[in-house]
């Protein structure tokens, strides 16, 4: 693909994020707090993507988004199962990340100010939320009858082909060449889900203004 398609989707990937944001600030006084919550982890996101535009350098702000997104993602998804007796299994996944994370920066790339980004924890994260956003709409579709007009499809159906896109590159392409090149594929499902996630808002302000 040429270079300046790249550079574009990859600028559209990066300011996408403030579609969702829109949609979200709309609606947030009637949002249920999870879609406040994700609202919030939506502008945290948004100014680390903003602010990689400009910063190229290593930076643990920008880099630790990997890990804030993953535990935010566990508990969005353990919110959406509602399932009271895997709250031990939620905690599990938590201190999981946690020494996961840990264990990945100081002991396997001895990066003690967490300034690198891990192959190693992306993969993993990748895998596991894929599998647990899978199974949040494996739920949703047996639980809900109107499926499409409730907003968690969307916000999981979202997160499911972010994390599953993310994986695949992670996972199976590991010449940094070809990963990059590649990389669009990763930019486009940000994109989408940035989308889904706007969809999923003007859903859930749909479903309060007809009740």
């Not at 299994?89 to 396997?108: A, D, E, K």
């Not at 924890?121 to 939320?129: C, E, L, M, P």
């Not at 993310?166 to 930019?187: C, M």
Request: aromatic letters at 24%.
């Amino acid at each position: 693909m040429r270079t300046d398609i790249l550079e574009i989707i990859t600028e559209v990937s990066i300011y996408s994020v403030l579609i969702p944001i829109a949609f979200g600030i709309k609606g947030f006084t009637s949002s249920p707090f999870i879609l406040k919550a994700f609202f919030v982890y939506l502008c945290y996101g948004g100014l680390v993507d903003i602010t990689s535009d400009f910063i190229s350098e290593p930076h643990f702000f920008l880099n630790s988004f990997t890990f804030f997104q993953v535990l935010f993602f566990t508990w969005f998804l353990y919110r959406v199962i509602n399932e009271r007796k895997l709250f031990i299994t939620f905690v599990g996944f938590m201190l999981f990340w946690c020494s996961l994370y840990v264990f990945c920066h100081l002991y396997l790339l001895n990066d003690w100010y967490f300034l690198k980004i891990s192959s190693v924890f992306d993969t993993i994260a990748a895998i596991v939320i894929s599998f647990i956003a899978a199974a949040a709409l494996v739920i949703l579709v047996k639980d809900d009858l109107e499926l499409t007009k409730n907003p968690l499809f969307w916000f999981c159906l979202a997160i499911f082909g972010y994390t599953f896109c993310t994986y695949f590159i992670v996972s199976f392409i590991t010449n940094p060449i070809y990963r990059e090149k590649l990389w669009w594929i990763h930019n486009v499902a940000n994109i989408s889900a940035y989308l889904l996630y706007a969809y999923g808002y003007w859903v859930s302000k749909q479903r309060n203004a007809s009740k």
